[in-house]
């Protein structure tokens, strides 16, 4: 679902993973017609990084247990 939103609206991906700020840039960057690409690229790769950075996350606290 958030990657349907990182597609279609780039802004609402980064409120969703906790990054309002880049949420707020990156709704500037959308709403010109070229800036839209760059936007919904920004937020797919966003959005990698922050499923990577989950599984390290639980990866740590399950090696900590």
């Known amino acids: 679902m958030r990657l349907l939103l990182a597609i ?5 991906a980064f409120f969703t993973i906790g990054r309002p700020v880049a949420g707020i840039i990156c709704l500037f960057l959308q709403i010109t017609l070229i800036g839209w690409l760059p936007a919904a690229i920004w937020a797919v790769y966003a959005l990698g990084q922050y499923k990577t950075d ?3 996350e639980k990866a740590l ?4 247990s």
């Open 61 to 64: 606290a399950t090696a900590k």
């Open 54 to 56: 989950q599984k390290i």
């Open 8 to 12: 279609f609206l780039p802004f609402v």
